[in-house]
């Protein structure tokens, strides 16, 4: 190669440089990935069962009891995959999370967006009732109130869903009302929320939870396995 080709050959590459600095700025936020992101048809099949609502019981797990937890991949390569947490939760020797038994058709789950143009994301709510005047119940409302922590639920199809993170968590407030009439219902209201890139979180793993006994776990078969 000639003194002038390589001269060329130099100009040609700085050039290149210099526009590719201009056109994709260096940055490490890693939310940049979501440009390259393919997008898929989103179809609805005729005669798709779409029951509403969710199973009567949620857990609640405390930030203080928790060791690692599922997490969304940090380059999805699916749809799906922007909104499915993989992973399994891990707790601290001798913690298990609280399960709390719902009323039938009192928990419910929504998202809004929230934030201006450019910086849009979701808050997460739920909310779920608990029937009675127990003093478990209000002791439990009582060290809930400001505790942050993962909310966890299930659709009526089974599929299970989280609000909140390790890094940013679920915060549940209480209210009770006791009725008035003998016909009233008597009992708590618990209203969670968190903040969320994610309209809804699944998880890939889902835990074992008994309405039963109020047991919430893995399989011992799964355990074994590892």
């Given at each position: 190669m000639t003194t002038k080709q390589k001269r060329t050959l130099g100009v040609l590459l700085y050039a290149a440089a210099l526009l590719a600095s201009i056109i994709i700025p260096e940055s490490n936020d890693s939310t940049l990935l979501f440009a390259s992101a393919t997008f898929s048809p989103l179809l609805f099949q005729q005669g798709q069962n779409n029951m509403g609502g969710y199973q009567n019981w949620t857990v609640f797990i405390p930030l203080s009891i928790l060791e690692s937890m599922p997490e969304i991949a940090s380059s999805p390569t699916t749809s799906e995959g922007y909104v499915t947490a993989t992973g399994r939760f891990t707790f601290k020797t001798g913690e298990t999370p609280v399960f709390i038994y719902c009323t039938e058709e009192t928990v419910k789950y929504s998202a809004e967006t929230a934030g201006e143009k450019d910086g849009h994301s979701y808050e997460q709510k739920v909310e779920f009732f608990?029937?009675?005047?127990?003093?478990?119940?209000?002791?439990?409302?009582?060290?809930?109130?400001?505790?942050?922590?993962?909310?966890?639920i299930a659709d009526s199809d089974g599929r299970q869903q989280i609000?909140?993170?390790?890094?940013?968590?679920?915060?549940?407030?209480?209210?009770?009302?006791?009725?008035?009439?003998?016909?009233?219902?008597?009992?708590?209201?618990?209203?969670?929320?968190?903040?969320?890139?994610?309209?809804?979180?699944?998880?890939?793993?889902?835990?074992?939870?008994?309405p039963l006994t109020g047991t919430v776990g893995y399989p011992v078969e799964d355990d074994e396995d590892e």
């Open positions: 608990h029937p009675g005047n127990a003093q478990q119940a209000h002791g439990l409302a009582t060290r809930i109130k400001n505790t942050p922590g993962i909310i966890l609000i909140g993170n390790q890094f940013i968590p679920a915060y549940i407030s209480t209210s009770f009302d006791g009725g008035q009439k003998r016909a009233d219902l008597r009992g708590t209201k618990f209203e969670g929320a968190a903040a969320s890139n994610e309209s809804a979180v699944f998880l890939e793993t889902p835990m074992s939870v008994d």
